[in-house]
């Protein structure tokens, strides 16, 4: 059973930087992909970078340029490096994980998931 845990969430002011990690551990195969989601009150979770073990990366159009997803397998960990804030970002962030060769983007094809971590960013 992989086991996630997500931390490094805060508050920043529009313009900051914020870097997330997520500690994976419970399996002896690393999952195939791995990704950070968002949910803001009322919004339906979104996805917003994802990276394959072999290290190709996806990102939504609106955090291109802005957010950096990267991956250790050694150390099981994956890590979403935030900068140029904007309050629009502001949401529970989460770090998930899948075995499904391809995993694009999308949500409802990860399995294992975080508990979340809060990201604000004020205006």
């Known amino acids: 059973q992989v086991q996630l845990v997500d931390s490094g969430g805060g508050s920043v002011q529009a313009g900051g930087s914020l870097r997330l990690s997520c500690s994976a551990s419970g399996y002896t195969h690393s999952p195939y992909c791995l990704g950070w989601f968002r949910q803001a009150p009322g919004k339906e979770r979104e996805g917003v970078a994802t990276i394959e073990r072999v290290g190709w990366t996806r990102y939504a159009d609106s955090v291109k340029g802005r957010f950096t997803i990267s991956r250790d397998n050694a150390k099981n960990t994956v890590n979403l490096e935030m900068n140029s804030l904007k309050p629009d970002d502001t949401a529970m962030y989460y770090c998930?994980?899948?075995?499904?060769?391809?995993?694009?983007?999308?949500?409802?094809?990860?399995?294992?998931w975080g508990q979340g971590t809060q990201v604000t960013v004020s205006s």
């Open positions: 998930a994980a899948t075995y499904a060769y391809y995993c694009g983007i999308v949500p409802g094809r990860f399995t294992y």
